[in-house]
Each structure stands twice: as structure tokens, then as C-alpha cells.
Nanobody, 126 residues
Framework: QVPVVEAGGGLVQAGNSLRLSCKAS????????MGWFRQTPGNQREFVAA????????EYADSAEGRFTISRDIDKVTIYLQMNNLKPEDTAVYYC???????????????????WGKGTQVTVSS
């Protein structure tokens, strides 16, 4: 399968915003949903947000709730993560991946996703 491709990372000051994008190659490979995870050195990937393609249902980690917004463009097979009021603790590599099955709704565990992208670095300075 063709991995998804993330874009939009960068270096910003605390309080500012960034918008990440993640594109799947086609509708077949985009699964039931797609999600964002992030990882800092020495730590496991942690769930950030996910969105289903059909109904547009969303799920957020507590750390993202109220500051981050996930959205989708079905025609472009692309999801977005709008990140506002960024904090230094948001610094991480952000990864996008595909959730294949929707049998149990949106999932938040890394092992429930595949077709991972290479990630995009987000650095928030204080």
C-alpha cells in the first residue's frame, strides 16, 4: 500500500497556529477513518485526533480538545489538523495513519492503525 503523506509542520512560537495535512493515495486505501498521532524522543506515539470519512465523527485526546480541530476533504482524500494556541509541549513528530475497520467506531491505539506516513516535525518555541 502507498503510505499516506503528511505536510505542514514547522517551527512556531507558543500561542501561534499550524495546519497539518495528510493525503491518502485513493479512497480504497483511506479506510474507515484516519488519525493523527505524535511522538517525542524516547516515547511511544500518542493519539491526537481521528475522523471518520463517512459521518465525519471525530475523537480527540484530552491534550488536543479545544485547541486542535480535525477535518476532512473527501474529494481530495485528505485530512487536516488545525492546531491553535500551540504550546511547547506540543513539540513532536506528527504522524498520520489509516484505521481500516469501523466495527468499533473511532480508535485511539497505535496498533489499530496502519499505512503510516513518515511524519512531519512540529516545533513550538517558548
Amino acid at each position: 500500500q502507498v503510505p499516506v503523506v503528511e505536510a505542514g509542520g514547522g517551527l512556531v512560537q507558543a500561542g501561534n497556529s499550524l495546519r497539518l495535512s495528510c493525503k491518502a493515495s485513493d479512497h480504497t486505501s483511506s479506510g474507515y477513518a484516519m488519525g493523527w498521532f505524535r511522538q517525542t524522543p524516547g516515547n511511544q506515539r500518542e493519539f491526537v485526533a481521528a475522523i471518520s470519512w463517512g459521518a465525519g465523527n471525530t475523537e480527540y485526546a484530552d491534550s488536543a480538545e479545544g485547541r486542535f480541530t480535525i477535518s476532512r476533504d473527501i474529494d481530495k482524500v485528505t485530512i487536516y489538523l488545525q492546531m491553535n494556541n500551540l504550546k511547547p509541549e506540543d513539540t513532536a513528530v506528527y504522524y498520520c495513519a489509516v484505521q481500516r475497520s469501523g466495527a468499533y467506531g473511532l480508535r485511539t491505539h497505535e496498533y489499530e492503525y496502519d499505512n503510516w506516513g513518515k511524519g512531519t516535525q512540529v516545533t513550538v518555541s517558548s
